[in-house]
């Protein structure tokens, strides 16, 4: 198949200005609560550790990329490895950092020792 696009990791710059963008979508009324099959989504956050995830992160470009429903899309792949996911996490913890910050809420300190 294709070479695996480039990949970078998932930045706090990034979700700010999608959580900025998302703020004013729905201060003007156009926040959505439909899922995909129901209707207008303006952003999509996939994330897997899989093979089987591979499908998924295809078919939301797909999604996106129609005149019908532009949306801001994140595919997001844990562990650096070959992946049609445009970004990565290093490991789990760093998808429970990120779901925080985009909630705006804080995670107890990090603990490897285990």
Same mark, same amino acid.
């Given at each position: ?38 209707g %207008?989504?303006? $952003?999509?956050?996939? #994330? &897997?550790?899989?093979? @089987?995830?591979?499908?998924? =992160? ?12 532009? %949306?801001e899309? $994140?595919?997001?792949v #844990? &562990?650096?490895?070959? @992946?049609?996911?445009?970004? =990565? ?21 990090r603990?490897d020792?285990?």
């Open positions: 198949g294709p070479p695996p696009l480039p990949r970078q990791p998932m930045h706090q710059q990034q979700m700010q200005q999608q959580q900025q963008q998302q703020a004013a979508a729905d201060a003007a009324g156009g926040g959505s609560s439909r899922g995909l099959a129901g %207008a989504v303006d $952003f999509v956050l996939a #994330v &897997g550790d899989d093979r @089987s995830d591979e499908d998924m =992160y295809t078919a939301i470009e797909q999604y996106a990329d129609t005149p019908k429903h532009p %949306a899309v $994140f595919a997001c #844990v &562990g650096q490895r070959p @992946s049609k996911a445009k970004f =990565y996490v290093n490991d789990t913890h760093e998808v429970l950092e990120l779901l925080a910050k985009m909630a705006g809420v804080s995670l107890p300190p603990n020792s285990f």
